[in-house]
């Protein structure tokens, strides 16, 4: 049974340009959250997704947006990157209704130049 | 949520037992104590949490006070792969069914000495 699984694993980009990040949640989970963690700092959360909405969403600007897909999976988009969005970005799967621990993934880790 | 304290950093000699507190004085009635921990370069992996009661899993055990104003997390025997960034975090459990905002501070950086 794989785990919630991101990709790409690692991406530079330039400032003002543009990224998207992928994240397919573990096998029965519905529920995906997204979380931004900048070096030496515990993880932000950004927004969570549940039947392809947003349901929940952190202190971060219209720049980050995301989609949910009808298998689940999950989407965070950045527009107009700035230095300052260099960070790890972790994705996190749950099944909705479910009292059980959320499941993170490896991360991806973003580099803006 | 709550908000939590914990010590920046500890050390613990390989196969003695760690103890990682951390203080949660504002923690209301309904809120339970989780703990994460990230090993360096991966997600944060669940540990255990807990409401009143003293809690044991197959990785560690809580013992929360019966104020609730604080807890420890034990690790039994630590070894070296238990190296990482321990999070105490408080929330309420099942608001919205599923709809669950992790609030995370910087948690302890714990060192398993050789």
């Known amino acids: 049974d794989a785990g919630v699984t991101q990709s790409p694993t690692h991406l530079i980009k330039t400032r003002g340009q543009q990224v998207t990040l992928r994240c397919s949640p573990k096998?029965?989970?519905?529920?995906v959250s997204w979380y931004q963690q900048a070096l030496g700092q515990g993880p932000q959360f950004i927004f969570q997704?549940?039947?392809?909405?947003?349901?929940q969403r952190g202190n971060f600007p219209d720049r980050f947006s995301g989609h949910q897909f009808p298998n689940y999976s999950s989407e965070l988009n950045v527009n107009a990157l700035l230095l300052g969005d260099s960070a790890l970005y972790l994705c996190?799967?749950?099944?909705?209704?479910?009292?059980?621990?959320?499941?993170f993934g490896p991360g991806t880790r973003l580099t803006v130049l | 949520d709550a908000k939590t304290t914990q010590p920046t950093s500890m050390d613990c000699a390989e196969g003695r037992a760690a103890n990682l507190p951390c203080n949660h004085s504002?923690?209301?009635?309904?809120?339970?104590v989780y703990w994460y921990r990230q090993i360096h370069s991966q997600g944060p992996q669940y540990i255990i949490h807990?409401?009143?009661n003293n809690e044991t899993n197959e990785m560690a055990s809580l013992i929360i006070t019966e104020d609730r104003k604080s807890s420890t997390l034990i690790l039994p025997h630590a070894t070296l792969r238990d190296t990482a960034v321990y999070y105490c975090?408080?929330?309420?459990?099942?608001?919205?069914?599923?709809?669950?905002?992790?609030?995370f501070g910087t948690g302890t950086r714990l060192t398993i000495i050789p």
């Open positions: 996190a799967s749950i099944q909705m209704g479910s009292y059980n621990e959320q499941f």
């Open positions: 096998s029965g989970h519905d529920t």
């Open positions: 997704y549940y039947e392809e909405e947003e349901r």
């Open positions: 504002t923690i209301s009635g309904n809120e339970y």
């Open positions: 807990g409401l009143k």
């Open positions: 975090i408080v929330r309420v459990l099942g608001q919205d069914f599923g709809n669950e905002k992790l609030t």
